[in-house]
């Protein structure tokens, strides 16, 4: 496909062409409405200039007769302004006027036409054209008045001209533009369409471009740019999960695997036997329960329990998983302080929004303990769990009195697999905080990680479903 023919293809190059001719036609009848109106307004004159004529004419008739009206036909038809004028017998025999060479049948019959005629004076000259009026009078006369209408040609021909050319330029211009404009406008998709290429090709690092004209290619293209920034990272996401999951659940499948082979090789007793399976169990519930949460993840990100959102009061939800870790909390040496104010109304999933609140409970207890690695050892500390409304939104607090989390660290650590802690010695799989941010992002909120001065606040804002107040208002 040549480039014209590629050009001439173009959605951008039909459009303007369909316009250029939408606009030529209304162009045209716009002008020659023009014309038409100036023509019959300059016909309109000629015709009542003749029939002003044709009432003094007939008057000085009927006052004086056949050789009055001669007398001043052959006076008028000498001044210079004058129009048409002729008297003639009933068999064509010119009496007066200013006419030559008039065919006999124009003068047999009463009314209005438009004929060639040649001036008496102007024997020698091209004919010209007028509107004339036949008028029958006593004793078979025949008068003839008329008005030269070659002004009225000449302004056919003024407008018509210039009309025809001017659209033809018009045409040719326009398709000259259109070609141009659609050469600009092929050309930044053909950007657009090498970009795509390359991303499909397997580079997600390609962005379109951006002139910053704000027009609606910038527009559809900070659109895909945003849409490729969350590709990429989901594809690098999958890529970090593919690789964590080789590296940290390698570990414990491994570790598995070796006690099931120690077993097979020391145990003797019935009692062994029973410890090494019982302890593989353990180790299998571990791996089940690491699967589940990443299904749990992925479907969260991929938006697949919107279907399922319901409205529910997270107030109760907090305080039915705050009743459950209240004896955890006492046991670690933590006192485990809830403040709601309800209710607390929300669109979402009541199940993941409480298995997401029971993940920020158990790792703000188990990095809290007192007797844990990392904690000082010394009076009992608070973990509080803060539940309010401010105005259309709600506001979850989670903050403990642990360690804490370096400022540096704390984007990180929303991402799977991501554990602070090198000697590993807690149990987990770093796990709890990316099922919190991607439940958060399912229900429309924002997570963020703050200072607690010492230990770590952890505040969770979400929108309030104002469905029934604003049925009662």
Known sequence: MTALGKLIRTTAFKLLAAYLFIFALFAGSVIAYLGW?????????????????????????ERGGITRLVQLVNRRARAPDAGLLLIASFNGDPLAGNMLNLPLNILDRQGWREIDY????????????????????????????????????????????????????????????????????LKRIDQMTAISDGIMAGDLSGR?????????????ALSLNAMLDRIEALMAGLKQVSDNIAHDLKTPLTRLRNRAEDALRTAQSEPEWRLATERTIEESDGLIRTFDALLMIARAEAGQARATMLRFDLAETVAGVAELYEPVADESGLDLRVEVAGPLPMRGVRELFGQALANLLDNAIKYSAPDMPGGAPGPRRDVTLTARRDGDRLHLVVADRGPGIPEADRPRVLERFVRLEASRTRPGFGLGLSLVAAVVRLHGGTLSLEGNDPGLRIVIDLPLDLTDEAATD
């Open 37 to 61: 109106h100036t023509q019959r307004l300059v016909t309109r004159q000629a015709v009542e200039a003749i029939e002003n004529d044709t009432r003094f004419m007939q008057a000085q008739f």
């Open 118 to 185: 040649v001036r008496s004076e102007e024997s020698s000259g091209p004919p010209s054209r007028a509107l004339v009026q036949v008028i029958f009078l006593p004793g078979e006369y025949r008068l003839l008045i008329g008005r030269d209408i070659v002004e009225r040609e000449e302004l056919r021909q003024i407008i018509i001209g210039p009309a025809v050319w001017g659209l033809a330029l018009l045409v040719v211009l326009g398709m000259a533009g259109g070609l141009f404009i659609t050469r600009r406008v």
């Open 208 to 220: 379109l471009a951006v002139s910053g004209t704000g027009d609606e290619f910038d527009r559809l």
